[in-house]
């Protein structure tokens, strides 16, 4: 009998998404969808289109909070938007990003701070970047029952030391790290890998060393997955869109639009419209005049 939670909506029954569901879609050769969220009604609406699952990303500092990168970001902030996901969303599997110095001072903080992200956040998972020089935390983390997502290749929160947002893996002598970063990860016990903005061919091979599902974002077909930040896909995010971003809508615009016609109609008395407006009985107003 399976001890996977299944969630009725309406007359479609189906299944919480969890992490043995990832290594089972890669077994068969079914494609991983991720997404992000950081609030409930998005959350809501990723999850009843029937995603895979959504990341909670520091991508929030700068598509949410207008931050410049995802440094500032903090584990109060994370928590606090996890929250409001978790609320959301009930089939996915939900993974909580940690943010930039949450997991890098030592293994106990990183573990700690994993651990909130469950207990406090309501996540699935947890996600972090970086290769051989996470295995310690990534092994105490997944030693506590917490399930860890890997990210290797262009790492956000490492902005400053690769010299801005580049592609990574370029060369045989960074591509065979990345290789090898990735296979340390796997048996550090990560139960999936994000490779961001790597060579087709290099995620490619990466994904057939793996046993477990690589999700791709900048990184081909090749992966076992692909993730998007939500706002590069709605065209919300207006001061840049990454190159690898296919753009299914373009909300910006579309607000833009809705608020100047807003504020058009207020000041031509346009809106609101009787259809708008809360009336009152004749009979009523007129005792209401009389005993003014």
């Not at 410049?68 to 978790?86: D, F, G, I, K, Y």
């Not at 590069?232 to 971003?245: A, E, N, S, W």
Request: hydrophobic residues 40%.
């Amino acid at each position: 009998m399976s001890t996977v939670p299944t969630i009725s909506t309406g007359a479609v029954t189906r299944k919480k998404m969890t992490t043995l569901g990832f290594r089972q879609k890669k077994e068969r050769g079914e494609p991983i969808t991720m997404l992000t969220a950081y609030d409930y009604p998005t959350a809501l609406a990723i999850d009843n289109a029937g995603i895979d699952s959504i990341l909670v990303g520091d991508s929030l500092g700068m598509v949410v909070l207008g931050y410049e990168n995802t440094l500032p970001v903090t584990m109060e902030e994370m928590l606090h938007h996890s929250r409001a996901v978790s609320r959301g969303a009930k089939h996915a599997l939900l993974v909580g990003d940690m943010p930039f110095m949450s997991y890098q001072v030592s293994v106990e903080d990183a573990t700690r701070n994993a651990g909130r992200f469950l207990q406090q956040g309501g996540m699935d998972a947890v996600k972090l970047e970086g290769g051989r020089e996470r295995v310690d935390a990534i092994r105490a983390i997944t030693g506590s029952g917490i399930p860890v997502m890997g990210h290797l290749g262009l790492t956000p929160q490492s902005v400053h030391q690769l010299g801005g947002f580049r592609a990574q893996g370029k060369t045989a002598s960074a591509a065979k790290r990345l290789v090898e970063d990735a296979l340390l990860l796997e048996e550090a016990g990560c139960f999936s890998i994000v490779l961001e903005s790597v060579p087709a061919r290099l995620a490619e091979l990466i994904s057939q060393k793996l046993s477990i599902p690589t999700i791709g974002i900048g990184a081909g077909t090749g992966c076992d997955g692909q993730v998007l930040v939500t706002h590069d896909l709605l065209g919300l995010f207006d001061r840049f869109t990454p190159k690898f971003v296919k753009k299914y809508a373009n909300f910006h615009a579309e607000m833009n639009k809705a608020f100047s016609d807003y504020i058009e109609d207020v000041e031509t008395k346009r809106f609101p419209a009787q259809e708008h407006s809360v009336e009152m009985d004749d009979k009523e107003w007129e005792s209401l005049v009389k005993g003014l």
